[in-house]
């Protein structure tokens, strides 16, 4: 079953009820860090909730693309509608397999901090379903937890993308 969520925009990372901010320094150009996260099979190996991506579009990927992205609990689809290649994207949800969140926007944004180094910022805002807001604040904190892991693991995997 899925549930729909709301279109939203970058207005919403300003206006969210609820956000979540992890910044990390990392060992890779804004373009090297920009392919591992347009590399679907990338994606489990450092975000480990994650499951599979699924892009539904050939590269080069851009505004209007779309994918899937199953994770441990969870399958979500996703409307990108920021695209800067090598320096930010931003996707909102367009629905949900469960009825966690009415709008949810990500933003993943990369600044190049001299040779081979980067700082990415990784923003998630959402406004919560009633379910999610009846869970609050234990599942709000485990949300932020795993995005707080993600970013530390995406570190780790690019220092050994074997691991």
């Known amino acids: 079953m899925k549930f729909n969520c709301r279109p939203v925009g970058l207005e919403f990372l300003n206006k969210a009820p ?9 060992n890779a150009s804004p373009a090297q860090v920009f392919s591992i996260l347009e590399n679907a099979e990338a994606w489990p190996h450092w975000f480990k909730e994650i499951v599979q991506v699924e892009w539904h ?18 399958t979500v689809e996703e409307f990108f509608f920021v695209w800067e290649q090598d320096k930010r994207f931003a996707f909102y949800l ?28 990784y923003t998630v805002c959402l406004e919560p379903s009633f379910w999610l807001r009846l869970g609050s604040p234990w599942l ?18 690019i220092h050994n993308p074997a691991v």
């Open 140 to 157: 709000l904190n485990s949300y932020e937890q795993m995005f707080q892991q993600a970013v530390k693991d995406l570190a780790v995997y």
């Open 18 to 26: 609820i956000k979540f901010i992890n910044e990390v320094e990392l």
């Open 94 to 121: 367009t629905s949900m397999s469960l009825p966690l969140a009415k709008a949810l926007v990500e933003e993943y944004r990369l600044i190049p901090l001299g040779e081979n180094r980067s700082q990415l910022t």
């Open 57 to 74: 579009h050939p590269k080069p990927y851009g505004v209007g693309t779309t994918r899937t992205v199953k994770l441990t609990t969870i």
